[in-house]
């Protein structure tokens, strides 16, 4: 019953979507009539059905009802509760309609709230979300039904990918999702824009939460996906260059340089045509990473849920969207008026560099993510990894930083830099300090790890210095923003650059009672237990390590075996300590009473992961600083415009 | 001296002078990824065609095949194997130091990442094998439809 109703609830979803969209059409075009009231009322239902199709599907997963192919495909009664909701969402037609859930609930808040922009501009921008969702919804109701019956229905279920029994991973993909519809609404404002041609600081206000909100979400997402790859994949590393990775970061990468512009335009109200390609950009890198991880087009260490005929939907829907507002942009775009000038040396000068430097860096990846397509049309196989994209994206990266360490400084319009010479002075001191510090206290680590940690450095002390001379308590939760975002990204480059530049790795075959030495750790082999969990069986290293002396802790590598659906992992140890991390893997027995075993001390590793949080936590102090301002705008705004009446105007 | 160079500039040359900046830029990015794609791409190889035709000695590659059976044996170090992958044409010993990944077993595919060493013994410094019961490394589906007669004719 509960999936019929499902069912049902998304069709009548769909139903609406396409009324938001005509009525929408109609309205712009100016022969809508009485039309134009629908939108709104549309876009708001549309979104509650839509979350009720979802909480059906979850009740479903949560019950185990076996009768529902996709639960029976991809749950197991004997799974722990948490897992079994996440499973709801752990699979290919879960996951789209998570999308499309988010994707209502998000236009029907739009609908819901946003007064700002001109009503024919709302209206635009309403019916370009509907068209975008109503492309998803086809794609779920003809393709990818989630509610599809099994008759009969089966006696267990066939479970869920052990690599996916995490609970990390469980609100990984939702996190990239929030941020991939986020993406689509900015793709929404642009478009709607640009078909009414007013591209100014009000649709930049307007677009600016949804793409701070869905920066914030990506930027949550690689990070946590980064450490789940870390310490879930047993390889030691954090980031493999590999498509699926690359899926995420391109449309961080466009929405950073998005959101910067638009924080151009709302206050300075230039780079009007630049903001609204990204905005188009921002999402079609949204659907070009959808798009590879569910083909299976490019081999990927995460390639999961894998389908080519599902991944053509998408393309098809990809070339729709994409080609549509392209072709809008070319007509449309010489139109808009030019925006208010600026010199070189200003706020926006150093903007337009942070800009073009991001779609630089987007550039180089998404090249070198395609490129084995390129090839393969050629029927020549590559792979593309960190020896491509470590130093010809670092070739971009670098002058972006120099010129962040200068940017925030600068005066909006026109500055000179000889202004701002001494607390520049301080910047270039810590930064050099720290190359030749590196240079003489430690063997050469290498150009990019040397680099690396003086840009860090030199960041680390620029990112503060906007609140120099600033009455603290007065600073508007914005700026707190984003020097907090940009210490972050010192945060992480140090921690990058200090794990590639400082990382010992032993890898021996220990016999019981043996004594390895790793970096500061003293680490011994006791010995090989078997373990079990509620669906697995494992082998359990038993180690005792010893960080510089202090009382040695217990770290138990695991090699799991899972039997339902039959696959084995390897559960690293982590120790983090506060200098860095200790990583243990167990491997295979060697011979007879050896066995594997690799170790890591990786110095400052934690850095990566905590400076990914604070760009996060930054972008959501500024989130929170934008929307107290707007909303004491909004009522200042009404209490004049009560004054005015009450005056008899 | 800037605040001049600004005044004087006209709306429409602003607009296009920072068009020429980032297209400037992006042709540059272009290019720079398509120089080096050239050079640091690796190459995937099966066993016949890295033995007909070999990599430069540096050049990062990789190498894929089936391991083949009774050909896997563990060093005294307990931590380096060395195996045989053929294609059906031709084999090509590996040497691998570290830990395998758990689905790598004699008679089943394997793609090793590395460089072709001088005396013609491949070492890998990483392995992917089978992610589970259902996923085959793409390039080894590839293969399979390609040689999967001789492949099976030979390794098993």
């Given at each position: 019953m509960i999936a019929e109703l499902g069912l049902a609830a998304l069709w009548l979803a769909a139903a609406l979507c396409a009324m938001q969209l005509l009525a929408g059409v109609l309205a712009v075009a100016g022969k809508g009539g009485n039309l134009a009231g629908l939108v709104r009322p549309a876009a708001i239902v549309q979104g509650m059905l839509a979350l009720f199709v979802l909480a059906a599907l979850i009740v479903l997963f949560a019950r185990t009802d076996l009768s529902v192919l996709l639960v029976a495909m991809n749950?197991?009664?004997?799974?722990p509760l948490i897992f079994k909701v996440a499973g709801a969402w752990g699979n290919h037609e879960g996951s789209m309609l998570l999308w499309v859930t988010v994707m209502g609930l998000a236009g029907g808040f739009v609908a819901l709230i946003d007064?700002?922009?001109p009503e024919r501009t709302m209206l635009a921008t309403l019916a370009a979300q509907a068209f975008v969702s109503l492309g998803f919804y086809a794609f779920l109701l003809f393709s990818?039904?989630?509610f599809t019956r099994l008759n009969?229905?089966?006696?267990e279920g066939a479970g869920l990918n052990p690599l996916l029994q995490d609970l990390g991973l469980a609100f990984h993909p939702p996190t990239l999702y929030f941020g991939y519809v986020g993406l689509s609404v900015a793709f929404s404002f642009a478009v709607g824009a640009l078909v009414t041609r007013e591209v100014g600081p009000l649709f930049a206000r307007a677009m600016r939460p949804w793409v701070l909100g869905a920066w914030i979400f990506l930027t949550l997402g690689i990070t946590a996906g980064s450490y789940w790859a870390y310490y879930?994949?047993?390889?030691?590393?954090?980031?493999?260059?590999d498509p699926v990775e690359n899926a995420s970061l391109m449309p961080w990468l466009a929405a950073t340089a998005l959101l910067h512009s638009v924080g151009v335009l709302a206050?300075?109200?230039?780079?009007r045509t630049w903001t609204v390609m990204l905005g188009v950009v921002a999402f079609s890198m949204s659907m070009i990473g959808t798009f590879l991880v569910r083909s299976g087009i490019l081999t990927s260490v995460?390639?999961?849920?894998?389908?080519p005929e599902r991944g053509a939907f998408i393309l098809v829907l990809l070339a729709i969207y994409i080609g549509g507002a392209l072709v809008l942009f070319g007509l449309n775009a010489a139109s808009i008026a030019e925006g208010k000038r600026f010199s070189l040396v200003s706020r926006e000068g150093a903007l337009v560099v942070n800009n073009v430097m991001l779609s630089a860096i987007l550039a180089v990846v998404l090249f070198g993510t395609l490129y084995p397509l390129v090839t393969e049309a050629f029927d020549t196989r590559v792979s593309v990894g960190p020896p491509y994209f470590n130093p010809v994206g670092a070739a971009f990266f670098v002058p972006m930083v120099l010129v962040l360490m200068v940017g925030p400084l600068l005066r909006w319009r026109q500055d000179r830099l000889e202004r701002v010479g001494k607390p520049l002075g301080i910047v270039w001191t810590a930064l050099f300090m720290t190359g030749a510090i590196l240079l003489a206290a430690?063997?050469?680590?290498?150009w990019l790890p040397w680099i690396g940690l003086m840009l860090a450095a030199g960041l680390a002390v620029a990112?503060?210095?906007?609140?120099?001379?600033?009455?603290l308590r007065r600073t508007p939760l914005a700026v707190w923003g984003m020097v907090m975002a940009h210490f972050g990204l010192a945060v992480a480059v140090a921690g990058m650059a200090s794990e590639s530049a400082f990382s010992v790795e032993k890898l021996v075959a220990a016999r019981a009672g043996e004594q390895v030495t790793v970096g500061p750790w003293q680490v011994q082999f006791r010995g090989i237990e078997p373990v079990a969990g509620p669906n697995w069986t494992a082998l359990e290293a038993n180690l005792t390590a010893a960080y510089a002396g202090s009382p040695p802790v217990a770290v138990q590598p695991q090699a799991r075996s899972f039997w339902s659906p039959p696959q084995q992992t390897s559960e690293a140890a982590l120790v983090t300590r506060r200098f860095g991390q200790l990583y243990a893997v167990v491997g295979e027995?060697?011979?007879?009473d050896r066995w594997q075993l690799r170790l890591w001390w990786k110095p400052f590793v934690t850095l990566i992961w905590l400076g990914g949080v604070l760009i996060a936590l930054g972008g959501l102090l500024s989130l929170m600083g934008r929307v107290a301002f707007d909303v004491r705008r909004a009522f200042a705004r009404r209490r004049i415009a009560m004054r005015r009446e009450d005056m008899g105007r | 001296m800037n605040t001049i160079k600004a005044q004087r500039i006209k709306p429409k040359h602003q607009r296009l002078v920072l068009l020429v900046i980032a297209f400037v830029v992006l042709i540059a990015a272009g290019l720079l990824a398509a120089w080096a794609l050239r050079s640091q791409a690796s190459y995937f190889y099966v066993p016949s065609e890295i033995l007909a035709d070999a990599p430069e000695p540096d050049r990062a590659v990789r190498l894929g095949g089936m391991v083949e059976n009774g050909s896997l044996r563990t060093e005294a170090d307990g931590v380096t194997i060395a195996f045989v992958v053929g294609d059906g044409k031709a084999r090509v010993p590996v040497r691998f130091t570290g830990i395998v990944p758990?689905?790598?077993?004699?008679g089943s595919g394997v793609v090793a990442e590395g460089k072709m060493g001088a005396d013609g013994t491949f070492i890998a410094d990483n392995l992917l094998a089978k992610?589970?019961?259902?996923y085959v490394p793409r390039e080894l589906q590839d293969m399979d439809a390609h040689q999967a007669r001789q492949v099976v004719s030979e390794t098993r």
């Open positions: 749950s197991h009664s004997a799974k007064r700002r922009l990818s039904n989630p009969p229905p089966a006696i879930e994949l047993g390889w030691g590393g954090w980031w493999f260059w206050s300075r109200d230039a780079l995460h390639a999961f849920a894998v389908d430690t063997a050469w680590i290498g990112s503060w210095l906007p609140l120099r001379g600033r009455n027995a060697a011979d007879g | 758990s689905l790598f077993v004699e992610h589970d019961e259902n």
